[in-house]
């Protein structure tokens, strides 16, 4: 079965303390992965697009990287604004389906 | 910078009822996307839509839901008879070049919908 899993599903860290999130993936026909940005009631926000394995890219405090497998999300020195769900998405291309296939989520919570 | 935004921001309705969710995607972006996202659980791919017709639609997509362009602007999600599980989150999303691993997707702010 096609599916994207996040882990670990919430982390508190204290601005400043750098970590990093998972997402881990089995999707037949992958054509990209995407990591968004989602606040408390709002749309996902863009952040970064990876097609290929070994790829990275970055935007300010956050790097993002892939393998065959899976992909993480560095944040570096993080500060309180950066508190938010981050949500993986990879994008599925096979045959007659052609879809961005979700994980649930990493909650971050960065305290001052 | 250009967005995407959704009308209206919360919608309650009975059980039964018709509703209409709207949304108007980025100007120059030629393909639509609806998704839902029920309380804790993960964001769901409902339809696309392309050159007026639908690209591709998940298993979610029944007979109960529609899409339409019905002006240069507005892109719509019907549905036409609401049940108690379609209470979620509907978010539009648009992007400028053709569905695929390469199509950054902008999202809409979304409508909840409650179904009572």
């Known amino acids: 079965e096609d599916q994207v899993t996040q882990s670990p599903e919430a982390l508190r860290l204290q601005e400043g303390e750098s970590s990093s999130l998972n997402c881990s993936y089995t999707?037949?026909?992958?054509?990209?992965l995407f990591w968004y940005r989602q606040d408390p009631g709002k749309g996902p926000e863009f952040l970064f697009t990876l097609y290929s394995a070994g790829e990275e890219k970055e935007k300010e405090r956050l790097k993002a990287t892939l393998t065959k497998k899976e992909s993480f999300l560095h944040i570096t020195a993080p500060k309180p604004e950066d508190s938010a769900t981050y949500l993986c998405?990879?994008?599925?291309?096979?045959?007659?389906?052609?879809?961005?296939?979700w994980g649930l989520g990493t909650s971050l919570a960065v305290n001052p | 910078e250009p967005e995407v935004t959704q009308t209206p921001s919360h919608q309650v309705t009975q059980m039964g009822q018709e509703v209409i969710l709207r949304c108007v995607p980025i100007?120059?972006?030629?393909?639509f996307y609806w998704y839902r996202q029920i309380l804790g659980q993960k964001v769901e791919f409902l339809v696309s839509?392309?050159?007026?017709?639908?690209?591709?639609k998940s298993e979610i997509f029944d007979d109960q839901f529609s899409v339409e362009r019905p002006d240069g602007s507005n892109f719509t999600l019907k549905i036409r008879s609401t049940k108690l599980e379609d209470s979620a989150m509907y978010f539009c999303a648009s992007s400028e070049a053709r569905s695929s691993g390469r199509a950054k997707q902008f999202f809409g702010p979304g409508t909840r919908l409650t179904v009572l």
């Open positions: 998405a990879v994008y599925q291309d096979a045959g007659n389906n052609r879809k961005l296939i």
């Open positions: 100007s120059n972006h030629l393909y």
């Open positions: 839509f392309y050159n007026n017709e639908i690209s591709e």
């Open positions: 999707v037949s026909g992958l054509r990209g």
